[in-house]
């Protein structure tokens, strides 16, 4: 009896301790998934950075100084025509990963003569990127984005398409701050077959208000805007942010929900 007693009560001691550690573990994986959820999007995003400057590196090719001389050339020859074509570039989807239009659009400020001058650099730039957004929408529309799915990038469409899906067109303007973001909203406005209209009225408002913010904040900074938010301590920084960012986000619509443990 004794023995029977001994068995029972560890028995029940084990029971105890493993509910204890299932109730402890699950609200810190919960935790931990819903980081991973978070961070997938922006170390995606950080991946083809590294992959770009390993590329660049390894094929040895011109540093940004050669290429600010090379760019400025073609300012010289070529005009508004160079930065209508730098910002469409760099606004469509997964082509802009790949073309180094933010330094066009840095550099069409930067190197502007007069505020009027910027002025009207800001106003082409918006003209190019919102052109290369609504290429997007339609890409998006007309299941032409399919083409690039193989290239993986389809968890981003799926994630931009259900941030769309929750936020409405507020979406638009929390992630027309980058292009990058951007081309996957507007390709995904296309997918789930937005009102063209509506859409485009609020891409068109949103990229004019990013980037009068941005056009104002080079201009001010001049050159040293070059070396301050185009370096990877500021990289770093923003991923960082962007991740903490979406993951406050995250659980604060899944309390809402209840789908987590408060």
Same mark, same amino acid.
């Given at each position: 009896r004794e023995n029977i007693f001994h068995t029972k009560k560890r028995f029940v001691f084990a029971m105890a301790l493993s509910n204890h550690c299932l109730c402890y573990t @699950?609200?810190? %994986?919960?935790?931990?998934k819903t980081f991973w959820d978070a961070a997938q999007f922006p170390l995606f995003m950080?991946?083809?950075l590294l992959t770009l400057y390993a590329t660049w590196t390894l094929l040895d090719l011109p540093p940004r100084e050669e %290429? +600010? #001389?090379t760019i400025k050339g073609y300012f010289e020859q070529y005009g508004y025509i160079t930065i209508f074509i730098g910002s469409f570039l760099e606004a469509l989807l997964l082509i802009g990963w790949y073309f180094p239009g933010s330094l066009i659009i840095f550099l069409s400020v930067i190197l502007a003569p007069s505020p009027a001058v910027a002025a009207i650099s800001v106003?082409?730039?918006t003209l190019g990127l919102y052109s290369g957004y609504v290429t997007n929408f339609f890409i998006g529309k007309y299941g032409? @984005?399919?083409l690039l799915l193989a290239l993986g990038i389809r968890k981003q469409l799926a994630e931009a398409q259900r941030k769309l899906s929750k936020y409405g067109v507020r979406a638009i303007f929390m992630s027309y701050w980058n292009p990058g973001l951007a081309s996957f909203i507007s390709t995904a406005g296309g997918i789930l077959q937005y009102a063209p209209r509506r859409f485009l009225l609020h891409s068109f408002i949103a990229v004019t208000v990013w980037d009068m913010f941005w056009g104002t904040v080079v201009y001010s900074l001049g050159e040293k805007s070059l070396s301050t938010f185009m370096t990877w301590p500021f990289i770093l920084f923003t991923i960082i942010v962007w991740i903490i960012t979406r @993951? +406050? #986000?995250t659980r604060v619509s899944l309390k809402e929900h209840?789908?987590?443990p408060q």
């Open positions: @699950y609200p810190h %994986m919960t935790k931990l950080l991946f083809v %290429m +600010v #001389e106003a082409v730039v032409w @984005y399919r @993951y +406050v #986000e209840g789908d987590i």
